[in-house]
């Protein structure tokens, strides 16, 4: 089940579409599948740390981490992308 998801970026609009699109997708999946999916959803601005952190320079990001994994790297264009992963975890509970 999707627990937590985190963005580290620099606030940009990229980064905020980013994460609109995420809700979109976690609702659209809410809706078909007749669930609630009660998760957090995180900005982290402070990329240095956290980039650090999960092994990536800084210029790989955003970094996008579900339940503490390391699920994209860089710019994701390809919504079904997203979609797929998000499904994926949401059905390995």
């Keep these: 089940m ?3 998801i985190e963005i ?3 606030p940009c609009r990229k980064c905020e579409l980013l994460l609109e699109r995420i809700e979109t ?3 659209c999946i809410e809706t078909r599948e007749s669930i609630r999916i009660k998760y957090k959803l995180k900005l982290n601005g402070n990329i240095l740390h956290a980039a ?3 092994g990536y320079a800084i210029n790989k990001l955003p970094l996008v981490i ?3 994994s390391v699920e994209f790297v ?4 390809q919504e079904h992308l997203i979609r ?3 499904e994926e975890i949401n059905k390995e509970y």
Excluded: A, D, E, S
């Design 2 to 4: 999707i627990q937590t």
């Design 8 to 10: 580290i970026c620099k």
């Design 25 to 27: 997708i976690i609702r």
């Design 52 to 54: 650090t952190k999960y």
């Design 66 to 68: 579900i339940n503490g």
């Design 74 to 77: 860089g710019h994701v264009k």
């Design 84 to 86: 797929m992963k998000l």
